[in-house]
């Protein structure tokens, strides 16, 4: 009987891995820069992403807010609302943006509504 909690286990682990990989990629980032983010190493992603070790219960919140999803996504469980939010990337763009001078923030704020204006054309 423990056999096969143990198997269930693995499996669980490998098909969080897997969700983990997606969720990660979706969200442009390399193995390397997830590490950062997490301040873990690369070495250990790669063994999270193919279910070789678990991920730490305590770990699972920064990966949800990083992934710009729901626990219940993260975790694959089919009736879970995903929040998307700004990608990892964009986060720190618009933190280093904040701490330009006024002049230049006022550039980039000009430079992005003229963008996003032209899209909504």
Known sequence: MMTGSI???AKFFRDLGVRLTQLRKA???TQIQFAKLLQVSQQQIASYEVGRRR???????????????SFENLLGIANGVTKRGPTPLLQQQLEQLSHLP???QRV???MLTGILHQSNR
Request: net charge positive; hydrophobic share 35%; glycine share 12%.
């Open 7 to 9: 198997g269930n286990d």
């Open 27 to 29: 969200q442009g980032l």
């Open 55 to 69: 991920i730490p219960i305590s770990m699972l919140p920064t990966l949800a807010k990083i992934l710009g999803t």
């Open 102 to 104: 006024r002049t230049k």
């Open 108 to 110: 980039v704020n000009e």
